[in-house]
């Protein structure tokens, strides 16, 4: 898992400065809207929007941006879009599972997007339930290594407020908890002032494939496509790439 980890927050923080700009944006924005929607547009009330809307400040999302979205969303101003959460699943190369979740306003489009990126990219779309079993939905904070923050001290920080585990992933910390502990542990993390990246709940694998140099390209370029698709907002697979093979593969 550590190889997965460390990958998808390389390649976040590349996107975040590189040519897909715009699309991480657009994606966060969506995200910030549709929470402020289920849950109202109240951030101190509303966990989920409060999430969304750190985890856009922490992509560099114009504030301007984000209070529209959140407008938008609670029905504040016109304009809002509703969306549906739409999941897939499939195969990757060697075996690997994936989830692919998409928020749209039009199934059609995004369903005809995810089979084009998969069967273009060597993947094959499954039945629903055929892979869904390999994921459990935890709650996942990625926080950024700095002075005076080790493993030790983000672990003694959540671990009464219900965290399973800490992950160190060279540039960052990954507390793993159950999604009802989320807003505790994140709180719990702010109380002792260590700073986060982003906090909202995920899948994560329960039973991981390692991979070979030749095989984690294929899937991360699967990956890169599925996630190139303007509906699609989260991708998860099972895979697991040692370092040394990370390294190799860039």
């Given at each position: 898992?550590?190889?997965?980890s460390k990958?998808a ?6 996107a975040a400065?590189d ?11 969506k995200n910030?809207?549709?929470a402020?929607?289920t ?6 009330g509303?966990p989920t929007?409060?999430d969304?809307?750190?985890?856009a400040?922490k ?5 301007d941006?984000?209070?529209?979205a ?6 504040a101003?016109a304009?809002?879009?509703e ?12 075996g ?10 039009n199934?059609n489009?995004s369903a005809?997007e995810?089979r ?7 993947g094959?779309?499954a039945?629903p ?6 994921f459990t ?5 990625v926080?950024?290594?700095a ?5 030790d ?8 407020a219900?965290?399973?585990?800490v992950?160190?992933?060279g540039?960052t910390?990954?507390?793993?908890c159950e999604?009802t502990?989320?807003v505790?542990?994140?709180?719990a993390?702010?109380?002792a002032?260590i700073?986060?990246d982003?906090?909202e ?7 991981t494939?390692e ?8 899937v ?7 996630e190139?698709c303007?509906?699609?907002?989260n991708?998860?697979a099972n ?12």
């Amino acid at each position: 898992m550590s190889g997965h980890s460390k990958w998808a927050t390389t390649k976040h923080k590349k996107a975040a400065i590189d040519a897909k700009r715009g699309k991480l944006f657009a994606k966060l924005i969506k995200n910030i809207e549709v929470a402020a929607r289920t849950g109202g547009g109240d951030p101190a009330g509303n966990p989920t929007l409060y999430d969304a809307i750190q985890k856009a400040k922490k992509s560099s999302v114009p504030n301007d941006n984000i209070d529209r979205a959140v407008k938008r969303g609670s029905g504040a101003e016109a304009g809002g879009v509703e969306y549906l959460n739409i999941t897939y699943e499939g195969y990757a190369a060697g075996g690997v599972a994936v989830l692919i979740e998409c928020l749209t306003d039009n199934k059609n489009r995004s369903a005809s997007e995810v089979r084009t990126a998969m069967t273009r990219n060597g993947g094959s779309m499954a039945d629903p339930g055929s892979v869904s079993y390999l994921f459990t939905r935890k709650g996942v904070i990625v926080v950024p290594q700095a002075d005076g923050v080790d493993e030790d001290t983000v672990l003694m920080a959540v671990l009464d407020a219900g965290a399973e585990e800490v992950r160190d992933l060279g540039d960052t910390f990954e507390v793993v908890c159950e999604p009802t502990d989320l807003v505790a542990v994140r709180t719990a993390l702010q109380d002792a002032g260590i700073d986060y990246d982003s906090a909202e709940a995920g899948f994560v694998p329960s039973v991981t494939v390692e991979l070979d140099e030749e095989g984690a390209g294929k899937v991360f370029r699967l990956i890169d496509a599925l996630e190139d698709c303007d509906d699609v907002q989260n991708v998860y697979a099972n895979y697991d790439v040692p370092d040394e093979v990370l390294a190799n593969v860039g």
